[in-house]
């Protein structure tokens, strides 16, 4: 239901929300069951120009499998890659963690992309298989025409170097720099849908500052990446021992070059995630919606006072809806 009110909210298009672009929603929100409906709710109320990203709660391969040959038109690599496992070993009841990408295009027509998580999170870092989930091997790199605006969904990326030369994070960093080398081009947006570990945990501290920091290696098809943390919120429920854990906050970070000034607020503060390169916008653990723009500038005047990133409103459920600050803030002054 609240799902559903989301995406009615976002489809009405009340006030400056006809001008939302993206929609991120983190990992396992979406029953398995409501994929279909949801997907034809946003082919049949979004606006041109959408994209839809969220987690869906874990299914079986052999499922998995299906939802990939309903859209094999876009889904074409992933579709080859599962077929081939599932040929290779009994792995058709084995869980799958993934998500959807719904590209509205310009002319109307939907895209449906699929994917599987694709790295291993610590519980699967036990000698029995039997705990592991299946590792998806596809995840695309969309470019939109003709803005050049390239961007990237993953499902839960745990963001740390599991092997030096073959991590997830290092692969993305070396597909940018060949796409910057190559047509001049940057990755501008990465969306990570993220539930476990925290965004703020010292593994993604010690990645962060490689993404950004330019210590060790030259790094200009990411440099100017906006990274989007779209965490969970402290109502998050499902992990058994966990009901009392927090999933941390979700936040965006951006390089340093932003010049994103120091801000507090009772719903986010921003800060150098820590000493830093990065300027961090990070957000509350309360169940939120936040609509912000995203800072397209690559190269700013060192002197400008320009604040490229604008939280343009903060929502917050009420029964089955949501209503925006500003909005209880000028019915109470009246």
Request: net charge negative.
């Amino acid at each position: 239901m609240q799902v559903r009110s989301i995406l009615d909210l976002v489809a009405r298009g009340e006030s400056n929300l006809k001008k939302c672009h993206f929609l991120v929603l983190p990992e396992s929100t979406m029953p398995a069951d409501y994929v279909e409906e949801a997907l034809r709710l946003i082919d049949n109320r979004f606006r041109p120009n959408s994209v839809v990203m969220f987690g869906v709660e874990h299914v079986p391969l052999a499922a998995y499998r299906d939802v990939l040959q309903r859209y094999c038109e876009d889904n074409s690599e992933a579709l080859a890659s599962v077929l081939t496992d599932l040929d290779s070993g009994d792995i058709a009841e084995i869980p799958v963690n993934w998500s959807v990408t719904a590209v509205k295009e310009a002319d109307g027509r939907m895209r449906v992309f699929l994917q599987a998580k694709s790295h291993p999170f610590v519980g699967e870092e036990h000698l029995d298989s039997g705990h592991d989930l299946y590792r998806g091997k596809v995840f695309p790199l969309y470019s939109c025409q003709p803005s050049c605006f390239n961007f990237m969904a993953l499902i839960c990326l745990d963001y740390v170097y599991r092997d030096v030369y073959q991590s997830n994070i290092n692969r993305i960093i070396e597909k940018a720099n060949e796409l910057f080398f190559q047509t001049r081009q940057h990755l501008d947006l990465l969306v990570v849908l993220e539930c476990n570990p925290k965004p703020e945990h010292q593994a993604f501290h010690d990645v962060v500052n490689g993404f950004y920091g330019e210590y060790l290696a030259y790094t200009p098809g990411v440099r100017d990446t906006i990274t989007v943390f779209c965490n969970s919120s402290e109502t998050t429920s499902g992990l058994k021992g966990a009901e009392l854990s927090s999933f941390g906050h979700s936040s965006v970070i951006i390089h340093k070059s932003h010049k994103l000034g120091p801000a507090e607020h009772p719903e986010f503060v921003t800060d150098d995630f820590d000493g830093l390169r990065v300027c961090r916008l990070r957000f509350g653990t309360k169940t939120r919606l936040y609509y912000f723009n995203l800072p397209l500038f690559h190269e700013l005047d060192p002197r400008t006072t320009r604040v490229p990133l604008k939280i343009h409103g903060i929502f917050r459920p009420v029964g089955h809806s949501w209503r925006r600050f500003e909005d209880e803030e000028e019915q109470a002054g009246e």
